[in-house]
């Protein structure tokens, strides 16, 4: 059996050192330590042996079998190798590689971005709320009677099957982050509140069920309307150009007194008139006036004391204007071949 054993090692050896191919590799693993091979076929004898000489040839049996693996994976490793003649896949490092594609700022955070730093550079900070609020910070705190027709469910979303009492809903401004504000903070304060909204608009081209606003409040000592008309105004010449004008128009808010619509003229035809404005020359872009008494009382503040502006705009107006898009839903949609324009 020694001599078996011995002779076996040496033609293994042999054999596997002169493999030319991994194909030869493997038919040699088989030939030798597959299930019926030859080392396998010696282990098989071991019941024959005398037993005082069972344990050292089972050791040489043992060792045999390590050998040959060790002599199979050293051929496999070199018929891998560099200096192999198989065919092998070789990584050429001088081709160039394969660009991939790199993204971008969605063209509502470009518009986001850019309104917001404009107003952090007159001195406002960012100040953010909950999307679903109460009816208190929505309505009551506003100034916003019960009969007011926004209240109406077709006006507002309201979480049915929500455990409250009154029921709770999507906030339709982000003037509730303004209520939330003052009543943790004293005045003065400058803040911006950037976030998304939720109204059940029927869906067109200008007009969706969630959009975006910026909403802006200052208070302070002696605030006055010409401090709103002067920061209204260095922020359309900041988004839209230098030469752009602007006027306010007379409305109604219950949460500001007076109020105005603010209106720009046409970026398209400078004021010329145009298909774009109706041929009226101006844009229409925000809401804005002084912040009602009845706000201030609602929140603690004495009216006597503090006054304040208030402003809100549609982020989505606003890059509809600066980017010349006609149609809301476009900005929604995810298609590629609209959002790489900007």
């Known amino acids: 059996m020694e001599e078996k054993i011995k002779g076996l090692r040496h033609q293994a050896v042999s054999e596997i050192g002169a493999a030319g191919s991994a194909e030869d590799v493997e038919r040699l693993r088989v030939k030798y330590l597959g299930r019926k091979g030859l080392v396998n076929s010696l282990f098989s004898g071991l019941s024959g042996v005398p037993s005082d000489e069972k344990p050292k040839i089972g050791n040489m049996l043992n060792e045999l079998k390590g050998v040959v693996a060790a002599a199979l994976e050293d051929a496999k490793n070199k018929i891998g190798g560099p200096a192999s003649s198989s065919k092998i896949e070789k990584l050429d490092i001088t081709m160039p590689g394969i660009k991939r594609p790199l993204g971008h700022k969605h063209p509502l955070t470009q518009i986001f971005d850019r309104i917001n730093e404009i107003f952090l550079n007159l001195g406002f900070k ?22 007011h027709p926004s209240r109406d469910a077709f006006d507002t979303f309201y979480l049915v099957g ?73 922020f359309a010449k900041q988004m839209f150009g230098e030469d752009t004008k602007m006027r306010f128009r007379p409305h ?91």
Request: charged share 25%; hydrophobic share 40%.
């Open 126 to 147: 960012i100040a953010e709320g909950p999307e679903i609020e109460t009816m208190y910070y929505n309505f009551e705190a506003l100034n916003i009677p019960p009969e």
């Open 162 to 234: 929500a455990v409250h009492e009154p029921p709770l809903l999507l906030r339709s401004q982000t003037s509730t982050v303004q209520i939330r504000v003052m009543e943790s903070q004293k005045p003065p304060l400058q803040i911006i509140a950037p976030g998304r909204v939720y109204r059940p608009d029927a869906t067109d081209a200008s007009h969706s069920f969630m959009f975006h606003q910026v909403e802006g409040l200052m208070v302070d000592k002696d605030i006055k309307f010409s401090d709103l008309k002067g920061v209204l105004t260095m």
């Open 252 to 342: 109604f808010f219950p949460f500001t007194e007076p109020s105005a619509e603010v209106d720009i003229s046409c970026v398209m035809c400078k004021g010329e008139g145009c298909r774009s404005c109706g041929q009226k020359g101006w844009l229409e872009i925000l809401g804005a006036g002084m912040v009602h008494p009845a706000v201030f009382e609602a929140v603690g503040y004495d009216p006597k004391k503090w006054t304040g502006f208030a402003f809100g705009m549609g982020v989505e107006r606003i890059a509809m204007l600066k980017f010349g898009v006609d149609d809301i839903r476009m900005f929604f949609e995810n298609d590629l071949r609209f959002l790489r324009q900007f």
